[in-house]
């Protein structure tokens, strides 16, 4: 019996990076001056949501800490719903815009989110694919859902990036449009906001099926393949030639024994998550939507990360290219952006444990250890 993949989550962020710090005659200025920034922050904390900006998590207690877990830990185990203004700038959390829009396809189904930083713009895509598949139909059906499938965006009502509805975009001019909007309500004509923007991130979760005999994980099997194409994006699994796994450092390992079979599986832009003892043929099928809810917390939490983990290597590159002596806030900011990577990177106790984010740190380790020297007069990580 073949493996079917009767769900799969796709989660594509991509970011842009200012050539600055927010402009102070930006409309979105807050995220720049500390103390404007904590007023909106507590704000939203005690009356809520506004009609556009949001906390990056649900007000919601009934979310926590699972679904939110990342920003749990991150935060030191601090509850979200005591987390402070002056907490949250020091440590980098971004607003929300919340309710932006969605795709009206039945399947798959798309939704699109926006984070903003006084750093720079995110613009996060979710794909919600279903069917029953094999790995192999899969992987094309995912490709052909992120290159080749166009949508028919919807921006909700409520939106500061209507007016218009937009037709006919595949995903990656999705996020495109998505950022050029986020850029207009950030900044709109604010004086030399020059931007770069950075290759796409991805992440790919299988939430539910049925494992069969080709499901075990090894040199050039099937799983081995799709996991590669599920993080490159660069053909299907007959043109795929992924390195030997033996040889390489590029997936996570579980210390449980219970969980061998288990990968979280990463290139520099890609991640894919493949845990068949949640949902293959051994899970328990009493806990068959439990075991698909915690496969969608887990997706979110390690989308999150990624999210967090990209923005704080972003300002790091701008601290980079930044001519000496830093001035804060910069200074302020790029110090705790280089200790929260540090803190990722060791897996401090009270922080977010994932190989997610040590991997994505490992690929600008040459831009992080320059910046520690260079800027801050400090010892590399050795990361």
């Known amino acids: 019996m073949e493996t079917k993949i009767n769900e799969l989550r796709i989660s594509i962020v991509k970011m842009e990076r200012f050539n600055r710090l927010i402009a102070s005659d930006a409309p979105m ?4 001056d500390s103390d404007e920034y904590v007023k909106r922050f507590d704000a939203l904390k005690q009356q809520g949501n506004t009609d556009f900006w949001e906390l990056p998590w649900p007000l919601d207690r009934k979310y926590y800490p699972t679904y939110q877990r990342f920003w749990y830990r991150y935060l030191q185990d601090t509850p979200l719903d005591t987390v402070d203004g002056t907490t949250a700038y020091e440590r980098l959390v971004p607003m929300r815009a919340r ?16 984070y903003f930083y006084p750093h720079g713009l995110a613009a996060v895509v979710n794909i919600y694919l279903t069917g029953d598949f094999t790995l192999r139909q899969l992987v094309d059906a995912a490709r052909s859902a992120i290159e080749i499938d166009t949508f028919d965006l919807q921006w909700n009502a409520i939106s ?19 950022l050029g909007r986020l850029r207009a309500v950030a900044v709109d004509s604010a004086g030399n906001m020059g931007r770069k923007i950075g290759d796409a991130l991805t992440v790919a979760t299988i939430i539910d099926g049925k494992t069969g005999d080709d499901a075990e994980f090894k040199k050039d099997s099937v799983v081995h393949k799709g996991l590669e194409a599920l993080c490159v994006w660069s053909g299907g699994l007959d043109s795929i030639q992924p390195e030997d796994p033996e040889k390489t450092s590029n997936f996570q390992l579980w210390k449980d024994k219970k969980r061998a079979g288990d990968k979280l599986y990463q290139h520099r832009r890609g991640k894919a998550v493949w845990f068949p003892l949640l949902f293959g043929e051994e899970a328990n099928p009493k806990w068959k939507e439990k075991n698909k809810k915690s496969l969608s917390c887990y997706h979110r939490n390690l989308v999150m990360a990624t999210l967090q983990t990209e923005s704080l290597i972003n300002l790091v590159d701008l601290v980079d290219d930044t001519a000496a002596p830093l001035q804060n806030p910069l200074k302020r900011l790029g110090a705790s952006a280089l200790k929260r990577l540090e803190r990722f990177y060791f897996g401090d106790e009270d922080t977010y444990k994932s190989f997610g984010p040590r991997y994505q740190i490992l690929q600008d380790k040459d831009l992080i250890n320059r910046v520690r020297k260079d800027k801050f007069q400090a010892e590399p990580f050795d990361p």
Request: proline share 8%; glycine share 8%; net charge negative.
């Open 29 to 32: 200025s807050f995220l720049y």
């Open 99 to 114: 309710e932006l829009g969605k795709a009206a396809n039945a399947n798959p189904k798309v939704s699109v989110e926006g």
């Open 160 to 178: 500061k990036l209507q007016p218009a509805d937009t037709p006919g975009l595949n995903v990656s001019n999705m996020a495109d449009v998505l």
